[in-house]
Each structure stands twice: as C-alpha cells, then as structure tokens.
C-alpha cells in the first residue's frame, strides 16, 4: 500500500507564501497524476492542482496564478508552492497519487492531509 505524507503546513499571514510537500513510501515515476485538494472549515474538498507524469499541470480556478505544483521524481514527492496567500486559502490540504493496476483500473492513493491557516 502506497504512503503518502503531507507536511509544511502551518499559520502564516496573508500576503505570505508557502510550500507543502507530500512524500511518497514508493517511487512515483509510475504514478500518472499526483495533485492536490483542501478542504476549508465546513465546506466540501475542492480541486487545487495536479500534475501528470510527463509534467503537465492543471489547476483549480480560484488559483489565479498564484501556486505552482511541480514533482521531483528523484525525491518520490510532489510539491505545492503557494504565493500571495488569502485568508480564504485556510484548510486541510490534501495529496493523491494514482496508478493503473494490473486490473488496467485506476487506483487513487491519499495522504493524511496537512493544515494551513492564513490570518487576516
């Protein structure tokens, strides 16, 4: 069973930037899309980003060009740069790795998630 582990959540006010990473326990080269949702306080989980193995990368339209999702397959882990952070930008993020099984079904794999807080 493939882990995946968030970290580098945190408090940080608005204006401000971070970057949260996931980890994976396996190589992710074989992964086709890993990406990323949130889940703000009370409300359902929502789209972030994704990128496919060949680099490709999708985002959620609230972003506005303001983070970038890119993956060190040398390091098995994705990484989430987010800029000019908004206080609407709080909740749990979330990252997931999915594969084709021998089954040729798709498989998605999901982290524990890891908090961000943006202050006002």
């Known amino acids: 069973q493939v882990q995946l582990v968030e970290s580098g959540g945190g408090l940080v006010q608005a204006g401000g930037s971070l970057i949260v990473s996931c980890v994976a326990s396996?190589?992710?080269?074989?992964?086709?899309?890993m990406g990323w949702y949130r889940q703000p306080p009370g409300k359902q989980r929502e789209f972030v980003a994704a990128?496919?193995?060949?680099?490709?990368?999708t985002y959620g339209t609230f972003m506005r060009g303001r983070f970038a999702v890119s993956r060190d397959n040398a390091k098995n882990t994705m990484y989430l740069q987010m800029n000019s952070l908004e206080p609407g930008d709080t909740g749990d993020y979330y990252c997931?790795?999915?594969?084709?099984?021998?089954?040729?079904?798709?498989?998605?794999?999901w982290g524990q998630g890891t908090q961000v807080t943006v202050s006002s």
């Open positions: 997931h790795a999915d594969e084709i099984l021998r089954t040729g079904r798709p498989y998605r794999h």
């Open positions: 396996e190589s992710i080269s074989s992964f086709v899309e």
């Open positions: 990128i496919r193995s060949g680099g490709a990368a």
